[in-house]
């Protein structure tokens, strides 16, 4: 989900992954946000964690 202001997020791709240990991707349209979340519904053992977590693309009103 993204959002402008921390409050009120818009959904912008869903989906599962495999529980593995290779990097994952989530693809979605550009869109102009501050805050980004990931929000993991299931997981391993009762708990979901991830690392590394890089957003990309290009910043408000310059290039990347």
């Not at 240990?21 to 391993?44: C, N, P, S």
Request: proline share 3%.
């Amino acid at each position: 989900s993204v959002s402008a202001d921390g409050h009120d997020f818009t959904q912008v791709a869903a989906g599962d992954w495999p529980d593995t240990a290779a990097a994952k991707t989530a693809t979605f349209a550009g869109r102009t946000a501050r805050y980004v979340r990931l929000q993991a519904l299931a997981g391993g053992g009762d708990y979901a964690s991830a690392a590394e977590i890089d957003i990309l693309g290009t910043p408000a009103g310059g290039s990347s």
